[in-house]
């Protein structure tokens, strides 16, 4: 499996490498918002030991309605990461939608992630690959694991092997994801380590203005995950998540983050 080092701190990928966590509030909804989440993540996962990576989106290009809330755009947004980055000393991450945005990003993110739903847009892939940086590609809603060999190859297409691949559910009907959680070694065996996204898997998408979904199966999705061997773990994380202004029915909150880094410090693999 192909492994790498994430901005100089922690390695990814190997088989003796600790599980890293990407958490954040889903969009950046406000500086403080972005400091407060960030300083309490850091706090969580020193005192278990675990790797983290910060992730905030400035922007949410495929909310449902026109009049959700997008974020503070490209220019903003990538200042607020930025200063994450100085304050609290954290690789930090963010969506990237359009192929244009992936140079100026690039000079803020240590990882550039693809939406799901942009996942075989070879475009983005490319321009992306292009950066050097690590690429987290989600796996669509509408593919199967095999399926993401030809995204990533799109990405290696460039010379950047530096790869990671993401499960987040599959559609099921209407309004509905499921985890086949045999996605994740399915996607290992391609040689790229593997995130699995416990919130955004909880998601029922479709059905009106928002997307639906139900935190509480969270806990449930991510020890599985974790059973099974994913290489890091992704978790939209606010203080308030019901009152969030994306995802605000599948984010978890800090003592749910916590219980969860508690069982992924303590976790044996048999």
Same mark, same amino acid.
């Given at each position: 499996?192909?492994?790498? %080092? ?7 990928? =190997? ?23 960030? /300083? ?8 278990? %030991? ?26 903003? =947004? ?23 945005? &992936? ?24 321009? &992306? ?6 690429? %987290?590609?989600?796996? =669509? ?6 399926? *993401? ?14 790869? $990671? ?7 099921? =009907?209407? %309004?509905?994801?499921?985890?086949? *959680?045999?996605?994740?070694?399915? $996607? ?18 479709? /059905? @009106?203005?928002?997307?639906? @979904? ?36 599948? $984010?978890?909150?800090?003592? *749910?983050?916590?219980?969860? *880094? ?9």
């Amino acid at each position: 499996m192909n492994s790498f %080092n994430v901005s100089n701190k922690f390695e990814v990928g =190997g088989s003796n490498n600790k599980v890293a966590v990407i958490a954040g509030p889903c969009v950046i909804e406000s500086r403080e918002l972005v400091l407060e989440v960030a /300083g309490k993540l850091k706090e969580i996962c020193s005192k278990y %030991n675990i790797p983290l990576i910060f992730k905030s989106s400035y922007d949410k290009a495929n909310r449902t309605s026109i009049e959700s809330f997008r974020g503070p755009g490209l220019e903003k =947004g990538l200042q607020i990461l930025s200063d994450v980055k100085d304050q609290f000393k954290l690789p930090v991450t963010s969506d990237v939608h359009e192929p244009n945005q &992936a140079k100026p990003a690039s000079e803020v993110l240590d990882i550039i992630q693809i939406p799901a739903f942009l996942c075989r847009q070879t475009d983005l892939l490319i321009e &992306a690959g292009k950066t050097g940086k690590v690429i %987290n590609v989600k796996k =669509g809603q509408f593919l199967d694991a095999e399926g *993401m060999e030809f995204v990533a190859n799109k990405v290696s297409s460039t010379g950047n092997k530096k790869i $990671m691949l993401t499960e987040r559910g599959t559609t099921f =009907g209407y %309004n509905n994801l499921v985890v086949d *959680m045999r996605n994740i070694p399915k $996607m290992k065996s391609l040689g790229f380590p593997v995130v699995f996204d416990g919130t955004h898997s909880v998601q029922e998408p479709g /059905g @009106g203005a928002t997307t639906g @979904g139900n935190r509480d199966f969270v806990p449930y999705l991510t020890r599985a995950a974790i059973s099974v061997g994913i290489d890091l773990l992704f978790l939209e994380v606010h203080p308030q998540p019901s009152k969030g202004l994306s995802d605000a029915a599948n $984010m978890i909150d800090y003592d *749910m983050f916590e219980q969860l *880094m508690k069982f992924l410090a303590n976790f044996e693999y048999s």
